[in-house]
């Protein structure tokens, strides 16, 4: 081979591995998301640092260490009303949910509002109100075979990914390509922070990753 066109062909290689590198990255800033996780520390977030740290360039959730006497959250500093949120999380065992759209409540971290559940076998794919109505009215409309068609589509033990749209009184949760909430809701918050849950109840670990969100609408 030519001196020249081996250096060209290098020159080839190189260029289309800056493109594949950059791709994730150029086509995340095209659909207009926005990181919620710098992957290095709690920038943006506050929570109870008895509980809530970054490990391998994830947050972790965790009470081995010590137990929670309620349920607490690690919360978003910045409110928002109308989005496209999405998260990646992984569940060691126990009970844990995405809050969207929610509210600070009077005890330390504690939030109140909407919540894409996340649990061992069941709730998981399930809209929960924190502190408020509880499990919501359309989950009743159910049948047992249409709540476990949602509960499989979770991958227990593995990295699960929620996309939740909000916009207006219309709520949609997508687990891992699947549609299992799709509501209008006029009696929900409309604008609200976003937490991160960890549960009362046996010690527990929960992890997120990509946690990355499109506000809607903003003028």
């Given amino acids: 081979m030519h001196p020249f066109t081996k250096h060209l062909s290098l020159a080839f290689v190189l260029c289309l591995t800056a493109i594949i590198i950059c791709a994730p990255a150029a086509m995340a800033k095209e659909e207009g998301y926005t990181d919620l996780f710098n992957g290095k520390d709690l920038s943006g977030w506050d929570g109870n640092p008895d509980f809530w740290s970054v490990d391998k360039g994830e947050i972790l959730g965790s009470t081995h260490e010590k137990r929670v006497k309620y349920n607490e959250f690690l919360i978003s500093e910045k409110s928002y009303k109308d989005f496209s949120l999405k998260v990646k999380v992984w569940l ?17 971290w ?3 509002g909407y919540q894409a559940d996340v649990a061992v076998e069941t709730y998981y794919g399930m809209l929960y109100e924190e502190q408020g109505r509880g499990i919501m009215p359309y989950w009743n409309e159910k049948t047992d075979e249409e709540r476990k068609a949602i509960f499989d589509v979770a ?7 929620y996309e939740i749209i909000c916009e207006g009184d219309h709520v949609k949760m997508i687990l891992n390509g699947t549609v299992t909430c799709d509501i209008v809701d006029p009696d929900g918050a409309k ?3 976003i937490a991160l849950q960890i549960h009362t109840g046996p010690k527990m670990n929960v992890r997120f990753k990509d946690i990355r969100i499109k506000e809607l609408n903003k003028k």
């Fill in 110 to 112: 504690s939030v109140g």
């Fill in 155 to 161: 991958k227990q033990g593995e990295w699960n990914e």
């Fill in 92 to 108: 060691e065992n126990g009970n844990s949910g995405i809050q969207f759209r929610s509210k600070t409540l009077e005890k330390p």
């Fill in 191 to 193: 604008e609200g922070i």
